[in-house]
C-alpha cells in the first residue's frame, strides 16, 4: 500500500465515504432473508423474488452489471418490492451514485413510511455527502425520534445531524473566499499537494505524486517526491525543481515540514527498513546548502502505529504531529512532543478534548505565531467529512474550542490540509474543486480577518567572526521581555551562518546571541501593540572574540526615565552577563553608562555613573567578585547616533561593558 494511501492527508477522496456506505449495506442481511425459508418480504410475486435471489447473489459476488438486471427485472415485476429498492439504492452507493440511492432509498418509504428507522440514517449521511444539509438535518431528526435507536448509532445521527445544522446555516452565511492557483510553475496534470511555506515567504514546499514509469519502465504505480519553487516576485513562483537526495528517494516521502528557523526538515516515511510503525516521522538538519541524511525520530515519537504529518513551532522545540497511537481519544489524534537541548524527545503528549474527539484529526499546522493552531477533524461540527479548523492557545496553554473555517472553504468535500503565511493574511490549500491544470492542485487565497493569527515578522541575517569573518554556528535565544520566558531557540547555519527567527507581534522581544569563546551579542525588538508588520529586521552579527577592548551594548538592559533602579525587564540581559562572567572566570569588565543629550552634563554623568553601578552591584549580589568589576559614568560624551532624533537618542542611552583585562 502507498504512502498516498497509508498517508491520508493527501489523498482527497472522490468516492462516497466509507462509513456511509457500512450504512447502506446494513439492508444487505434484510435483504438475504429472501433466501430464507420461512422469511416474510414485502413480495409474494414468484417472478419479483426470483429475480431478487439472482440479484443478490450477484451482488454478493460484486457483479454490479447482472445486479442491476436482475433487480430492475424484480421491480418491473413488483414496483412496490421494498427489499428490491433497498439492494438497488445499495448497488447505487457501490457505484458512487449517492442520488439515486436516496432515490431508490425513499421510494420504499413513499411505500411504506414505517418500514424501517434506519433509513432515515442512511439517507440523511448521503444527503450530507451531496451537501443537501436541510434535507439530512430533516432526515437525522426523524430518525432520532424513533423507538429503539441503539446508542452507537444514536451518538453517530447526533453528529451527523450537528453536520448537517452547521453546514445549513454556513451556506446561508459564506466567508470571504477567492483561490487562484499558482499557476504552471507549480501545478501540472498529476497531484500537487501544498507542504509549507518558509517564514520569509521565498520558498514553497509541496509533494507532487507523478507515474513511476515515467522515471523507470520497470517500475508501475505512483511515487510521491518533494518539491521546493523559488519565489520570483510578488506574485509568481519559479519553475517547482525536485528536491532531491537525500530526502527523496525510490520510495514514497510525504508531510515535509520545514521549521521556522529553516534548519530542520521534517517528513513522514511508510513502510521503511528502518520504519518503526507503518508510518513514522523522520528529520533532517540543514548544513548549508545540503540536507543531512534523514533519521528516524525514534521509538518515543513514532509508534508501532501510523505517525505523520509533523509540524514544527517557531519556539524551537514543540513538534505537533496526527497519530493512530494507543491512548487517543479517536482514530487519529493530534499530539505533541518538546525537542531537548541534547537532542532527545519528550513522551508525546495528546492535546486533550478541546482539540480532540472520538472522530479523527489530522495535518495539524502550527503557526509561526506560536498560538494558533490550524487542523482538519471528522470530529467537529463541519460540513460532512473533513473540515478545517483553527484554535487559539489559552495563557494556560490549553486549547481553546475549535472555531470552523467556514463554508466555502469547507465544503461537503474533504478538506484536509491548510498553510498560513508568516503575516497570516494569505492561506494555502490544495483542492480538486476548482478545474486547474490536473486532479489536486495548490491554491493561494486571502485569509479573512477573524481568521487570522498573530501577525508575525523576522529577523534574518548571518552570523560571523568580528575579526576573520568566518561564518559562525551560533545560539539564539528570543525571550519575551515582559515576563523572561524564552520563547524561541534556534541556531545559525554551521556552514552559512544564516539564521531566522520568527517574531510574532504585540509583544517586546529581547535577543541574545552567544558562542563558547564569544562575547554575546543583544538586541530588542519592541512590537508591542504592532499588528501588521510588512518589514522583516534584517541584519548581520559579527561575534566579537573574548579579549581586552572589547566592547558590547547591552541592549536589554532597562531602567525608568530619570531612575537607576534596573526594571524586571533587565533580568534575562543580566543573567546572560553573569554567565558570560562565569564561563569566562579571568577576564575583568568595566560597565559604563551613557545617556543622551537631555539635561546637563552633570546630571547625566551622575545619572549614568549609577546605571552602571546598578549592574555591578547585581553581579557581586550574585558571586561575582569585586576585584574583577569597575563601572564608570560616561554620560553624554559618548554619543553612537545622532541626539535630533527619538530613534537616535534612545540608541545613546545604553549600558555596556567592556573587557578591561584578563
Known sequence: MTYMVRCTEYEIRRNVSSCILLLCLLFLACATSAQTPGTQLSTVNKKALKAFDEAMQAYQKRDYPRAITEVTLALQADSLFCEALILKGDLFSDLKKPAEAISSYKNVLRINPSFSNNLYFIIGGLELY????????????????????????????????????????????????????????????????????????????????????????????????????????????????????????????????????????????????????????????????????PENLGPVVNSPSWDSQPSFSSDGKTLYFASKRGGGKGSSDIWKTELRPDQSWTEPVNL???????????????????????????????????DLFYSRMKPDSSWGTPVNLGYPINTNSDEIVLVVNSKGDKAYISSDKFGGKGRQDIYEFSLYKEARPVSSTYFKGVVSDNDTKKMLQARFELTNLEDGKTVARSFSDPVSGEFMLVLPSDKDYGLNVSKDGYLFYSENFSLKGVHGID??????????????????????????????????????????????????????????????????????????????KAVCDFLILNSIAASRLSYEGYGLTRPIDTNDTEQGRANNRRTEFRISGL
Open 535 to 612: 518589514k522583516p529586521f534584517i541584519k548581520n552579527i559579527a561575534l566579537k572574540p573574548v579579549k581586552v577592548g572589547e566592547v558590547v551594548i547591552l541592549r536589554n538592559i532597562f531602567f525608568d526615565t530619570d531612575k537607576y533602579i534596573l526594571k524586571p525587564e533587565s533580568m534575562t540581559e543580566l543573567q546572560k552577563l553573569l554567565a558570560l562572567m562565569k564561563k569566562n572566570p579571568t577576564i575583568k569588565v568595566e560597565l559604563g553608562g551613557h545617556t543622551d543629550n537631555v539635561g546637563t552634563a552633570a546630571y547625566n554623568v551622575e545619572l549614568s555613573k549609577n546605571r552602571a
Open 130 to 293: 451531496l451537501g443537501r444539509y436541510k434535507d439530512s438535518e430533516a432526515d437525522f431528526t426523524i430518525y432520532l425520534e424513533g423507538r429503539n435507536v441503539p446508542d452507537i448509532k444514536r451518538k453517530k445521527a447526533v453528529a451527523q445531524l450537528a453536520n448537517a445544522s452547521f453546514g445549513s446555516v454556513a451556506v446561508e452565511h459564506p466567508v470571504p473566499f477567492n483561490p487562484v492557483n499558482l499557476g504552471d510553475s507549480i501545478n501540472t496534470s498529476f497531484d500537487e499537494y501544498v507542504n509549507t511555506i518558509t517564514t520569509d515567504e521565498a520558498l514553497l514546499y509541496f509533494t507532487r505524486k507523478v507515474p513511476r514509469n515515467e522515471k523507470n519502465q520497470d517500475l508501475k504505480g505512483y511515487e510521491e517526491d518533494f518539491y521546493m519553487a523559488v519565489k520570483a516576485d510578488s506574485a509568481t513562483w519559479k519553475r517547482a525543481v525536485n528536491l532531491g537526495p537525500p530526502i527523496n528517494t525510490s520510495g514514497n516521502e510525504g508531510a515535509l515540514d520545514i521549521s521556522p528557523d529553516g534548519q530542520y526538515l521534517f517528513f513522514a516515511g511508510c513502510e521503511r527498513p528502518d520504519g518503526i510503525g507503518s508510518c513514522d516521522i523522520y528529520w533532517s538538519k540543514k548544513k548549508g546548502d545540503s540536507w543531512s541524511e
Open 352 to 386: 486533550g478534548d478541546s482539540i480532540n474527539t472520538a472522530f479523527e484529526e489530522m495535518t495539524p499546522f502550527i503557526h509561526g505565531d506560536g498560538q494558533t493552531l490550524y487542523f482538519s477533524s471528522k470530529g467537529h461540527p463541519g460540513m460532512g467529512g473533513y
